[in-house]
């Protein structure tokens, strides 16, 4: 619209330098102003109305050839009504002639070769921009469909990750149980089988409820403390109504088994590890504590928690936080948005 605009004051501009050259040199009446400006803003302006509403009256994927054909035809239109339009709007200024059609062959045809000098090179260029814009928008779409394509398979490849890392420990859990205490380790193979099904019911790979999440939290919190006994104690602290929010799936478990790994298992009085679930101001909060030793300045956390900040990076970029609190409260937190990613913007 701004080029059409800048085509139309460039139309008056000539229309005005046009109507000074005839008022100086040879019809020296304002009339000859001011009707070439009227004759050059009218054609101009029926010129640049057919090549920019063009879309208006060629069905979407018209060949080339047609497009170009209806759009010259509809040139030579606007060029005859513009120049019939002029003539008529000239016959109602003081001192004009009057009207009568058709009038001067000789000046709509001249008009009619104009439009086509300067028409047709502005719609090719139109048309070649128009062109070049739907290419490159095709082109960011299927970039951006490779992203998200990329994202849903790395995720896919993290939770696989994910899930075996757990089982793995599990199953070290229950093999060494099998010789001291095998009623145990039966336990354990029944809260395992629970877990399977937890696991295998998910309708999403990516996202489940809160309760699902806790639901595998608290069995994994289970097995082990039929793995440590009285020296592991748990406690889950969860504000009502969240259970069926959607979060990111198999975040904490991962957590709390770092928990449990350097807060039960590297102390030998053991103790207890609480859970705890927030929501303000659209932010989810895990938070772990136990009563381990002081985190490192810089502690890795193993693959677990690396695995947990590669999913949460791919699916909130920059948007989640994770804490490491040392004693005298030594815990864990993740901050993360509790919309739903594909209902906002991720970044």
Request: proline share 6%.
């Amino acid at each position: 619209m701004r080029n059409a605009l800048k085509v139309i004051l460039i139309a008056g501009a000539i229309g005005l330098s046009f109507g000074l050259y005839r008022y100086c040199w040879y019809d020296h009446r304002i009339l000859s102003i001011t009707g070439s400006v009227m004759s050059c803003l009218i054609i101009g302006s029926l010129m640049m109305a057919v090549i920019y509403g063009r879309g208006y009256f060629l069905p979407a994927g018209s060949p080339a050839g047609v497009k170009a054909l209806v759009v010259i035809l509809l040139l030579i239109l606007a060029s005859g009504a513009g120049t019939a339009l002029y003539f008529w709007l000239l016959s109602w200024l003081p001192g004009g002639p009057p009207f009568r059609w058709p009038g001067e062959s000789g000046i709509y045809i001249l008009n009619i070769l104009i439009v086509m000098v300067v028409g047709i090179p502005i719609y090719a260029s139109e048309e070649g921009r128009r062109q070049l814009s739907g290419l490159v928008q095709s082109q960011q779409y299927r970039v951006l469909q490779l992203e998200q394509q990329q994202q849903a398979i790395e995720l896919e490849l993290l939770r696989a990750k994910i899930n075996p890392h757990f089982l793995y420990n599990v199953h070290n859990t229950i093999a060494g149980l099998i010789p001291a205490a095998p009623e145990k380790a039966e336990m354990l193979v029944l809260l395992l089988s629970k877990f399977f099904r937890a696991s295998l019911s998910m309708n999403s790979p990516t996202f489940h409820s809160l309760e699902a999440e806790l639901d595998i939290v608290t069995t994994y919190l289970q097995m082990q403390q039929l793995r440590f006994g009285a020296r592991m104690h748990f406690e889950l602290h969860v504000p009502a109504g969240l259970e069926q929010r959607q979060v990111p799936s198999f975040v904490l478990q991962p957590i709390v088994e770092n928990a449990v790994k350097h807060g039960i298992e590297a102390c030998a009085d053991g103790g207890v590890i609480t859970i705890t679930v927030q929501e303000a101001g659209g932010q989810f909060m895990y938070t772990v504590t136990d009563p381990g030793a002081a985190f490192s300045e810089a502690p890795s956390g193993g693959s677990g928690l690396k695995l947990v900040t590669g999913k949460l990076q791919l699916l909130y970029g920059h948007a989640f936080h994770i804490v490491f609190h040392n004693p005298p409260e030594k815990y864990v937190s993740i901050t993360f948005p509790s919309q739903h990613p594909g209902t906002a913007g991720r970044r």
